[in-house]
């Protein structure tokens, strides 16, 4: 059975470094687009990051040059280094790819 588990979430004051990871089974991760949600408190599930197929990716606007999504296709894992964090980047991250979510992972960033 396909299956998305996240990793790497905590506590971290602002201005600290995360860095999420996304392990897959059953998918193959460099045969889809991958991305990174996030859900805060209150508001709707938002987009962060993609990585396409052919290595191409899109962020967030207000994650551009702070964060960065990777793959390792011999891990079979997605990540996401999370640097420059700030209080409004608290949420639950989540993994999506290949018709599959992860259960998210919590992330604090305090002030």
């Known amino acids: 059975q396909a299956q998305l588990v996240e990793s790497g979430g905590g506590l971290v004051q602002a201005g600290g470094s995360l860095r999420l990871s996304c392990a897959a089974s059953?998918?193959?991760?460099?045969?889809?687009?991958m991305a990174w949600f996030r859900q805060g408190p209150g508001v709707p599930r938002e987009f962060v990051a993609i990585?396409?197929?052919?290595?191409?990716?899109s962020y967030k606007d207000s994650v551009k040059g702070r964060f960065t999504i990777s793959r390792d296709d011999a891990r079979n894992t997605v990540y996401l280094q999370m640097n420059s964090l700030k209080p409004e980047d608290t949420g639950v991250y989540l993994c999506?790819?290949?018709?599959?979510w992860g259960q998210g992972t919590q992330v604090t960033v305090s002030s």
């Open positions: 999506g790819g290949g018709g599959k």
């Open positions: 990585i396409m197929r052919d290595n191409n990716t």
């Open positions: 059953g998918i193959i991760v460099g045969a889809f687009s």
